[in-house]
């Protein structure tokens, strides 16, 4: 299981790679030049998506709560995790 602070190591590092103004392929190559940073982006999201568990759901589903009132609902987003 990958620590929580290796992931958050992981989002920073794709962050920053995405605003960084030297990429390994320039931004400016027509139809080419933003797939090293999505393919970056999309590597950071597939650690962090393999890393939440039930607990993780639900301190999420809480949090949405807190933020946005009880009336939140995730069971649309809960179908298509499932699946």
């Known amino acids: 299981m990958i620590e929580p602070i290796v992931l958050k190591a ?6 920053g790679y995405f605003i960084l103004p030297l990429d390994i392929i320039p931004d400016l190559a027509v139809g080419v ?8 982006v999309i590597f950071a999201l597939f650690q ?3 890393y939440v ?3 993780i ?5 809480g949090k949405l709560k807190k933020l946005f009132g009880e009336n939140v609902d995730t069971s649309d987003i809960d179908s298509k995790l499932k699946n």
């Open 10 to 15: 992981i989002i920073v590092g794709a962050l």
């Open 33 to 40: 030049g933003y797939t090293d940073d999505l393919s970056a």
């Open 48 to 50: 962090v998506a393999l």
């Open 53 to 55: 568990d039930d607990g």
């Open 57 to 61: 759901e639900i301190q999420a589903k």
